[in-house]
């Protein structure tokens, strides 16, 4: 795993991920190629689906495009370059492993304050991610609650080996489904809640790479590479 090709070993992972974290003698150079990989899937599925979307329906705007503050679009950037990356790899990458059993208790614990934290977004719309953060939340917790019992560890890592792929196919969805946030939706019909999911498909497919580069290069790597990507697309968006 370790001298594979980035393209090859995402390849694998997306079709069976296994927890396994084997030693990368080269972490940067897999970070660069996991960088070029997390930006080419984002631009693919950004021009095939999100614009002709916007194109096709009266679609709303990303919330960077909406705000012509150029105070408010500075800390909207700092934010999603240097906060956002830590607090949601830590929500959604951290449980990628079974024999932390303290840290999903961390992780639950940062994604209530993560949502809380949510501002400018309909009622309805919170209560509803909330929801799914909520039972996300839960699993973390218990999964917690039980690794803390260090007797139970060693009967969790065959289960948790298991079903890992459906912990990473679960959390890079509700990943994706989180940033549905960032438009600026104007009304909530039939129309719009069916697109929603698909003006995600950029964030639902990079939360793939970061599982994989969690996998393979560790939590500190999936944040960097996450800043990383926010850093170059951010100022896209505002140019858009």
Not at 2 to 11: D, I, M, N
Not at 60 to 72: M, Q, R
Not at 177 to 202: C, D, R
Not at 205 to 215: D, E, H, K, Q, S
């Amino acid at each position: 795993m370790s001298r594979e090709p980035v393209l090859l070993g995402f390849w694998r992972f997306l079709k069976d991920p296994t927890p396994e974290v084997a030693y990368d003698p080269r972490p940067w150079r897999t970070l660069l190629g996991l960088l070029a990989l997390f930006v080419s899937v984002a631009t693919i599925t950004g021009f095939a689906v999100v614009l002709p979307i916007e194109s096709a329906i009266d679609a709303p705007e990303s919330l960077l495009e909406d705000e012509d503050s150029l105070g408010v679009l500075v800390v909207l950037a700092l934010y999603a370059v240097l906060i956002a990356p830590p607090f949601e790899e830590v929500i959604f990458r951290l449980p990628l492993s079974a024999y932390q059993p303290a840290l999903p208790l961390i992780g639950g614990t940062m994604g209530v304050v993560f949502l809380a934290g949510l501002v400018g977004v309909p009622t309805g719309l919170v209560l509803s991610l909330g929801g799914v953060l909520a039972v996300y939340a839960l699993f973390m917790l218990v999964a917690g609650g039980v690794g803390l019992n260090m007797r139970l560890l060693p009967k969790m890592g065959p289960v948790w080996r298991q079903h890992f792929r459906w912990v990473v196919y679960g959390s890079s969805v509700v990943f994706g489904l989180i940033h549905i946030t960032n438009w600026a939706w104007q009304s909530y019909g039939p129309l719009e809640v069916a697109v929603m999911p698909l003006m995600t498909l950029p964030q639902l497919t990079g939360g793939f790479v970061l599982a994989y580069a969690r996998v393979r290069l560790g939590l500190i790597h999936a944040i960097l590479l996450h800043g990383a990507y926010n850093a170059l697309v951010v100022p896209l968006v505002f140019l858009a």
